[in-house]
């Protein structure tokens, strides 16, 4: 049973950092595209960065030169370096694995706030 556990997130002011952390548990050998997604109050979830096992990233417009995706494949592991960061950022960001169907990790929220 492949499971996905997330930790970090968290209330910040604008301005601010947060470093999301997902592992991976159940596989030794993870071939497969690990990413970030979030999802507002009110809105669709939507990718924010995604990072393929070769370290090829990819990110939605709104977080590129601010949020850094990674990934460390003898850990089994994928973080989100997230910085300048904005009050539309809020939202419970969730790791996922691309495998047939995805994996979800549980969520955490991250909130940022004055």
């Known amino acids: 049973q492949v499971s996905l556990v997330e930790s970090g997130g968290g209330l910040v002011q604008p301005g601010g950092s947060l470093r999301l952390s997902c592992e991976v548990r159940?596989?030794?050998?993870?071939?497969?595209?690990m990413g970030w997604y979030r999802q507002a109050p009110g809105k669709q979830r939507q990718l924010v960065a995604s990072?393929?096992?070769?370290?090829?990233?990819d990110y939605v417009d709104s977080v590129l030169g601010r949020f850094t995706i990674s990934r460390d494949n003898a850990k089994n592991a994928v973080t989100l370096q997230m910085n300048s960061l904005k009050p539309e950022d809020t939202a419970v960001y969730y790791c996922?694995?691309?495998?047939?169907?995805?994996?979800w990790g549980q969520g955490t929220q991250v909130t940022v706030s004055s």
């Open positions: 996922t694995l691309a495998t047939s169907p995805p994996v």
């Open positions: 159940g596989i030794v050998y993870n071939p497969w595209t």
């Open positions: 990072v393929m096992r070769d370290g090829t990233t």
